[in-house]
């Protein structure tokens, strides 16, 4: 299994990028998909997830109504649009299988997770 996780860079504030997360190995329908990023110095934190229905659950009030997560089913892609940039959203992006269909509670991270793709820097600053 491997994720590829692509799109991320340098953007100014308020700018826009879209992060992709394509999949190879197994079949991203089955399963709940989820974009964590993690900052210097900081945890890694959930920001949305994907459930194989198509619902999402968003894990970060700071991002609600500026990002949205969505899925290609014939791409075996997952896709986070990311708006409004803010230099408080400079981390690495990282895209992950969880164990199931739908998204989950992540008070259990690690264990909730299949499988993580390699990250991607995004870096907000002017």
């Known amino acids: 299994v491997q994720l590829q996780a692509s799109g991320g860079g340098l953007v100014q504030p308020g700018g826009s990028l879209r992060l992709s997360c394509a999949a190879s190995?197994?079949?991203?329908?089955?399963?709940?998909i989820v974009w964590f990023r993690q900052a210097p110095g900081k945890a890694r934190e959930g920001v949305l997830c994907?459930?194989?229905?198509?619902?999402?659950?968003s894990y970060s009030d700071s991002v609600k109504g500026r990002f949205a997560i969505s899925r290609d089913t014939a791409k075996n892609t997952v896709y986070l649009q990311m708006n409004s940039l803010k230099p408080e959203d400079t981390a690495v992006y990282y895209c992950a299988v969880v164990y199931g269909s739908r998204c989950p509670d992540l008070s259990n991270l690690p264990g909730v997770v299949n499988y993580w793709g390699q990250g991607t820097q995004v870096t907000v600053s002017s």
């Open positions: 190995g197994i079949a991203f329908y089955f399963y709940g």
């Open positions: 994907i459930s194989n229905s198509g619902g999402t659950t």
